[in-house]
């Protein structure tokens, strides 16, 4: 984490000297500042764009109550596997949500020998499919990427999933991210 | 990790100014994934050949691209489906005839899977076979020719995906209706409503015979199934080499928003399909004939002509009453790929939002099927045991598994489409052993001979999606690609990325020295019988016939002859007959005339080829040959005379300097 912080503000500092230099950076160079992390992750995610639609992951590492879900999607080595074409519905726990853990839980988790265990419970936050709220039902079972169920509920016009709330929902350009108020932990 | 990537960018960086271009600039994954060597793996220096033909599919191109392994260079795109104005393919009256359908001309398609003949399940050379998925057709090549010689229409069928997978001997091709319809009792399509899919909605899989000596199909028989979509197929080999295997997916019936709807269950079905007791029961009469239309259409290298036929009439098997030619194995999560192992024991099915691949077990199945250990039915038909029929699961394999091929030493190799990536496991442990990141996206891939008993090995290609992160932009669309990979050792390696012709699904590999032995450098003049050939300059030849004019033109190097034509009137219509007499490999001339406005047509060597003109405007127009021929291809060229409605200016034609026109008016 450290290093990831200190390799970003390094970045940031030699951005402009690096894409002075590059051939291909032409246009994309006012853009170096927000996705400086990139290149760290090259890959499709790597991509610099900043004129399409953000995709789930982009819209996730530009919400500042998602500093923690990013974390632990890098960790995971799911950001090219999200930036992917999808479709995809992710159901991002905010910070808030992750601070809800017992106290080390997340700290434990993002350790190296704990990333299949991550994996599988972030891969439970992901559905291969546009679930929008209008298509949700009560008591509907969604198979996640995982290969477990969650469970929706709506009442009152209040979505939940395993009983976490969806507090927003934000379209992207491979899908859809519903905002939780929980952890969602394979049963 | 980190520190070393970091400390690598800041080198990179402190270095550019001095020079300029570093690697610092590159996405680091490509630089570090690809080995020092993998250059020099696929350099094919001058004087020396590739090592393997792949055969690829061109999706919404409607055609096939030919590529050479290692190189990854793109040897021909053979016109299928399409019109192909680059040579005239649907556009000569030749070749119009094979683009013909119930629905008339159909001048495209979407075609998505290669498979290549075999003999006893090995590569034998002779022929590729190539599904147009929209309006269902199967079309097959010439390996000789690397040409398309025949396309057979699909009837009783919508959305033609599960094809044209082979039986071990190349004694059917298959094709399953993606699109369930709605079919009556003379299976004819009604007029139903769409929410009436459950009661009304059937699917078919239809097997068509392939003649073994000349490799002409016709439709054998087909087989009345529930309203499912069915995805993809494989012929067993081996012990299983009676049977075959199809998955399905939406046997939740749904009609709308399949993307949510149609991934309800748990588990779809893997279809397995005793093909030999079908032949059985036809052969006895089981089967019920059913009105029908269907376009079969033949292409002639003798006369150098397609012909195209509207036949009838098909047999129909339903296994609400032969009980014992279908079962379906529930298979999880809407399974995509359906592949079978060299040895023909495992049948792999990759269910796409699935977080195992499941492997059945042939002899279990067999088992299960003999014990009638069936967990229940749909729609009349058994349903085995997932656990009766399940050889094991390969857990947490991937993200999105699509598709399986094999190396014949025990491994698998799944490509993975939501984590981009390549899996290889051991089949029989079922456990991972190794993955390659793929860039990005990947579909199908192909292990040379993969789909036989025999595999060739060596290699695994990756047919990818997504290029934005390594290929130059081109506006909104990019180019889809082929990676290939080295899989010679326990690891995989990225040797090549190379860009492809369409979109490519799935394709096959197969050792040049199968088919270069074979490949046809000419076709004979002699043995040319097309009605209009000219097969000397002495027979060329321009005679009317109506409103018709005919020109019998020859083509050598470096003219035509006739080159100049006078006596077409406008009103007419004009017929290029154009003979190559060059008996040389590799000599096309090409043909075109101002203001055509279908396309211009290239013409091999000994063949006759027909462009149908009909002038719009009265004066002279010139007609070139288009393929460069020689030193003198600019001067390959002449002029034909259009005159008024009417006019009296006689028919004649010439080649030379003469000062008075020469040869007959008929």
Redesign the interface.
């Known amino acids: 984490m450290k ?2 912080f ?2 970003r503000n ?2 940031i500092v ?1 951005a402009l ?2 894409l002075t ?5 032409g246009a994309e160079q006012q853009s170096a500042g927000t996705d400086a992390a990139a ?2 992750a ?3 995610s ?2 610099q ?1 900043d004129m399409s639609q953000k995709d789930v992951v982009k819209v996730a590492v530009g919400s500042p109550d998602h500093t923690t879900l990013v974390t632990a999607v890098k960790a995971a080595a799911l950001v ?2 999200l930036s ?2 999808g ?1 995809f519905t992710v159901f991002a726990p905010t910070n808030a949500a992750f601070d809800k853990l017992p106290a080390g839980t997340v700290t434990d988790l993002l350790k190296p020998d704990k990333k ?1 265990v991550l994996q ?1 419970i972030l ?1 439970y936050h992901v559905a ?4 929008k709220t209008d ?1 949700l039902q009560d008591g509907q079972v969604i ?1 996640m ?3 477990g169920n969650v469970t929706i509920g709506v009442k009152d016009g209040k979505y939940t999933v395993n009983g976490a709330n969806i507090v927003a929902s934000v379209p992207a350009s491979n899908g859809l991210v519903h905002v939780i108020d929980a952890v969602l932990l394979p049963k | 990790m ?2 070393r ?2 400390f690598l ?2 080198a ?2 402190l270095a ?2 001095a020079m ?2 570093t690697s ?2 590159k ?4 630089g570090s994934a690809v080995e020092g060597d993998a250059a020099q793996k696929v350099y094919v220096a001058p004087g020396k050949y590739d090592e393997f033909y792949n055969i690829v599919s061109g999706g919404f191109n409607g055609q096939v691209s030919v590529y050479g392994i290692p190189s990854g260079r793109l040897l021909r795109i053979i016109p299928v489906f399409s019109q192909f104005a680059e040579n005239g393919w649907g556009y000569s009256e030749e070749t119009k005839p094979m683009l013909n359908t119930s629905h008339g001309f159909v001048p495209w398609d979407d075609s998505h899977h290669i498979a290549l003949s075999t003999t006893n399940g090995e590569h034998d050379g002779r022929w590729a076979f190539v599904n147009g998925n929209n309006t269902p057709r199967i079309a097959r090549i010439n390996l000789k020719t690397f040409r398309t010689e025949e396309i057979i229409e699909i009837p009783n069928s919508s959305g033609n995906h599960s094809s044209p997978f082979l039986t071990e001997n190349t004694e059917y091709a298959v094709a399953g209706t993606r699109f369930s319809y709605p079919m009556d009792d003379d299976d004819s399509n009604p007029d139903v409503a769409i929410n009436t899919y459950k009661q009304n909605f059937k699917g078919t899989v239809s097997f068509i015979g392939i003649n073994p000596e000349n490799g002409e199909m016709k439709v054998s028989f087909q087989v009345l199934l529930p309203g499912v979509n069915f995805d993809l197929s494989r012929g067993g080999r081996g012990p299983s080499r009676d049977w075959f295997f199809f998955s399905c997916y939406n046997t939740e019936q749904a009609n709308t ?1 399949l ?2 709807n149609a ?1 309800q269950k ?1 588990k779809d079905f893997i279809m397995a399909l005793n093909w030999k007791k079908c032949e059985e029961y036809v052969k006895a009469g089981k089967g019920k004939k059913s009105k029908v239309r269907y376009a079969h259409n033949v292409y002639s290298d003798k006369t150098h002509t397609g012909t195209s036929t509207i036949e009838t009439e098909t047999v129909v098997l339903d296994p609400k009453e032969l009980k014992d030619i279908v079962y379906f194995m529930p298979c999880p ?1 809407s399974p995509h790929g359906c592949d079978v192992d060299p040895t023909g024991e495992y049948i792999c099915g990759s269910g ?5 691949i499941p492997v059945f077990s042939f002899t279990k199945i067999q088992k299960a099927i003999a014990d009638k250990n069936f967990e229940g039915t749909f729609d009349d038909i058994p349903v085995l045991k997932y656990d009766a029929v399940l050889h094991g699961e390969v857990k ?1 394999p991937g ?2 598994p699509l598709h399986t091929e094999f190396d014949g030493k025990g491994f698998a190799y799944t490509s993975f ?4 990536e390549i899996v290889k496991w051991n089949i029989e442990k079922l456990e991972v052993v190794d993955r390659v ?1 793929t ?3 990947i579909g199908h891939l192909c292990v040379p001979g993969g789909p036989t008993r025999k595999p060739h090995g060596k290699y695994v290609i990756a047919y990818n ?2 290029t ?2 390594r290929y130059l932009p081109t506006g909104p669309e990019l180019t889809q690609s082929a990676q290939l990979y080295d899989i010679s050792g326990d690891k995989m390696k990225l040797l090549l990325d190379f860009p492809t012709t369409g979109e490519p699904h799935y394709a096959e590999a197969i050792p040049a020295s199968l088919i270069t032995p074979g490949s046809v450098r000419f076709f004979k003049i002699e043995e040319n019988q097309h009605p209009y050939a000219a097969k000397g300059e002495k027979e060329a030849k321009v005679f009317r016939e109506g409103n018709k004019v005919h020109i019998n033109m020859t083509s050598i190097r470096s003219h035509f002859n006739p080159d100049n034509i006078e006596g077409i009137k406008l009103g007419d219509e004009v017929y290029f007959h154009v003979t190559n007499l060059e008996q040389d490999w590799d000599v096309p001339h090409g043909f075109a005339v101002k203001g055509a406005n279908n396309a211009e047509i290239l013409i091999m060597p000994g063949e006759t080829c027909t462009l149908k003109w009909t002038p719009d405007r009265v004066g002279v127009f010139p007609i070139y040959c288009t393929d460069f021929c020689s030193a003198l291809h600019q001067e390959m060229q002449g002029y034909v005379r259009v005159s008024p409605r009417g006019s009296g200016t006689p028919l004649t034609f010439s080649m030379g300097n003469k000062a008075e026109p020469t040869g007959a008016v008929k």
């Open positions: 290093i990831n200190l390799f390094i970045l030699l000297v690096a230099n590059c051939t291909n950076s290149p760290a090259a890959g499709q790597a991509v764009d090219d596997v992917n074409a479709p299949e599988d891969q291969v499919a546009v679930y298509m198979n990427a995982n290969g | 980190k520190i990537h970091l960018f800041i990179g960086v550019l100014p300029l271009l610092g600039c996405p680091k994954n490509i928003l993307e949510v991934s748990d999560k796409k939002l699935a977080a195992v947490k993200l999105g489409f939501v984590s981009s990141p860039y990005y996206s999606k997504i934005k992160d």
